[in-house]
């Protein structure tokens, strides 16, 4: 099964959410700090409270690897707690030189056997070719993001009229002759969103900036619902991860993901 075919059957079951796995040690529930592998512990009962409605999983590199090699087999154990049927996400945005964006690629598919990636666009299609020519995978190619600084390039309005981000989802459109290509938009940014969405085409959209950020669910719902679109998926991270720093925290782990869930269905 392609990563795109995972994706799809999961959006025809209504499914939505992407848990985004940004392992804290300082924020995770205390009780988990006397397990061997606090980290390892927590994501298996996050992936447990979460797998029956989850669409994907997001792995963000920058929590794993600052342990440095021991990060690395983190993230490979992690991947063992995934179900088959279910995405997973290498959140590690590479981008640079032809062999080099090779060589991540190759760790990303051939070593650690992630379905997708982020990656961003900015030194133009030959950085980003060794991902693509990975067809049965998902490249999810940054276009406008979430945070404030989008502004400072993203944003930037070009001499033909359109903004830069604008260019970057036309030429991933172009790239998308094998359907793997993605494409990552900010919640945090919901008119843009209803003025863009129907330039997305087959491009599969991950939705950053629900919950912590400030990015409404129930907005990003409705705009593609008008737009007649079940292509998404919307990342929570924070939200989820320390609803709760009890003892009960795989229960109210669980029954908010319930709730994020019935409203992805509105």
């Known amino acids: 099964m392609t990563a795109r075919e995972k994706l799809l059957n999961k959006f025809n079951q209504k499914k939505h959410i992407c848990v985004g796995l940004d392992t804290d040690l300082q924020k995770i529930p205390k009780y988990f700090l006397d397990e061997k592998e606090p980290i390892l512990a927590f994501n298996k ?24 090699p021991k990060g690395f ?22 981008g640079d030189i032809g062999n080099t964006s ?19 666009p900015y030194m133009g299609y030959d950085s980003l070719q060794p991902f693509l020519k990975y067809k049965d995978k998902v490249h999810f190619i940054l276009a406008l993001t979430s945070n404030k600084g989008a502004m400072d390039f993203e944003n930037q ?9 604008q260019k970057v989802i036309e ?26 969405i129907s330039s997305f085409n087959d491009l599969i959209v991950l939705l950053p900036g629900v919950g912590a950020q400030g990015g409404n669910l129930d907005e990003v719902t409705e705009a593609f619902e008008f737009a007649g679109n079940i292509n998404y998926l919307i990342n929570v991270s924070r939200a989820l991860l320390y609803c709760d720093d009890s003892i009960a925290f795989p229960k109210s782990l669980s029954e908010l993901m319930d709730t994020y869930t019935k409203q992805s269905l509105k």
């Open 73 to 94: 087999e983190l993230i490979s154990e992690t991947l063992k707690f995934i179900p088959d049927d279910v995405l997973t996400i290498a959140d590690a945005k590479r």
């Open 157 to 165: 309005l070009l001499a033909d009229g359109k903004f830069l981000y």
């Open 45 to 68: 009962t996050v992936i447990e409270a979460t797998a029956k409605s989850a669409a994907a999983y997001k792995l963000n590199f920058a929590f794993y690897e600052k342990f440095g």
């Open 102 to 120: 090779e060589m991540y690629a190759k760790a990303i598919f051939d070593e650690l056997n992630f379905d997708s990636v982020t990656l961003h």
């Open 171 to 196: 030429k991933v459109t172009e790239w998308n002759t094998d359907k793997n290509c993605g494409i990552v938009f900010g919640a945090t940014k919901i008119e843009d969103l209803k003025q863009n």
